[in-house]
């Protein structure tokens, strides 16, 4: 039986019929004959037909075991397709026929496996805004920002596993530090997990840990007072309760059953109250609730905005932390990138101060930017 496309908007198709054993060479040339035939209202659109698809770009570079869509068809005589997959041509204000090309071979390797993964490594020149109070120290200068980020999931239809690793390295060069050449102005070791299991569509079961921690040494300037040192802090949270998603890229966690610890291994030279803990303590144990929000919000292809949300109670204090990253894409290589990050914390008085305080962070970078698939 040959199963035949069918267009859901100008960007999109799904297969009409449920997964089965299916002729796989039929079906991609179905799928990219229905994509070449759909009239696009914005041109701002790039349809890809199959000559541009089939046809060799004048870049010279090897994708991984294939060299184009008809090696795959020739190898995918009869296959099982595991979940009702979709193919996306990303809308874009640059046409670029390669990456076009990348989207619709990357969409027929997700049909082979439930497997996903994805890696960003960046490498930009920042223009960096502290607070005095920002928990994690630092200055207000011009920076260097390093960021390695990788993404290992497993989707099917009733069960996803997402896995997200992030390695945030800055530092700069501040005059007014007469102590200390270069100082860490941005340090974050980050691996997050989440299993969710679906109850009812878009309702799941969700099972979630996460750990975050520093690996360089931050001074105060002009002191050789530490704001943080490796593994000081060291966070780790586990979260329990359901995921409710309603539309694509919008996550909303709420966990009943929450549980937080905060570890400071250097308690020596790092000063533990500044992070919610009390004098003499070296590791908290809590226990709460809490919700987090993620949204992804990617309009064109050269524009992504990444929102995360994360509130924490143990009815005693809260925790409010809100990062927003907005990439822009100038070219394959270059973006610019824009984060807000405003926290707040009650368990936080700094020194000095009689409440907690809003802490805020901004951040604008620009340089060498990579996606690998």
Wanted: proline share 3%; net charge negative.
């Amino acid at each position: 039986m040959k199963m035949v496309a069918q267009q859901l908007s100008p960007d999109t198709f799904r297969l009409s019929d449920q997964p089965q054993t299916v002729e796989m060479d039929g079906l991609l040339l179905d799928m990219i004959s229905e994509q070449s035939n759909a009239v696009h209202a914005e041109d701002t659109t790039y349809m890809l037909s199959w000559e541009e698809i089939m046809r060799l770009d004048s870049i010279e570079r090897e994708i991984h075991e294939i060299d184009s869509l008809r090696t795959i068809n020739a190898s995918l005589v009869m296959q099982t397709v595991e979940h009702i997959p979709t193919i996306e041509v990303e809308k874009s204000w640059i046409k670029d026929a390669e990456e076009d090309r990348n989207d619709v071979l990357r969409a027929i390797r997700e049909m082979r496996s439930p497997w996903r993964r994805e890696a960003t490594l960046m490498a930009q020149i920042t223009q960096n805004y502290v607070t005095d109070n920002w928990y994690q120290g630092g200055s207000s200068s011009f920076a260097g920002l390093g960021i390695a980020k990788g993404q290992v999931s497993y989707i099917t239809e009733r069960f996803t596993w997402e896995n997200t690793g992030e390695w945030r390295i800055g530092g700069s060069t501040v005059s007014a530090d007469s102590l200390h050449k270069v100082n860490t102005t941005d340090d974050l070791f980050r691996i997050y997990s989440k299993a969710n299991l679906r109850i009812v569509p878009k309702l799941f079961t969700s099972v979630s840990a996460e750990i975050e921690t520093r690996l360089l040494p931050t001074y105060k300037s002009n002191s050789n007072e530490l704001k943080s040192a490796p593994f000081s802090p060291f966070r780790f949270n586990a979260a329990f309760g359901i995921d409710y998603k309603p539309v694509k890229n919008l996550s909303i966690s709420f966990s009943p059953v929450s549980y937080k610890v905060i570890h400071i291994m250097d308690t020596a030279r790092v000063k533990v109250t500044d992070y919610g803990l009390e004098a003499g303590q070296r590791t908290q144990h809590n226990i709460g609730s809490s919700v987090r929000v993620e949204y992804m919000w990617k309009p064109v292809r050269e524009v992504a905005l990444e929102s995360k949300f994360y509130f924490y109670t143990n009815y005693k204090h809260v925790e409010i932390d809100l990062e927003v990253n907005c990439d822009f894409i100038i070219n394959r290589f270059l973006s610019a990138r824009l984060m807000l990050h405003p926290r707040y914390d009650t368990s936080v008085i700094m020194e000095g101060d009689s409440h907690a305080k809003i802490q805020f962070r901004e951040l604008l970078s620009v340089g060498f930017a990579h996606k690998f698939h």
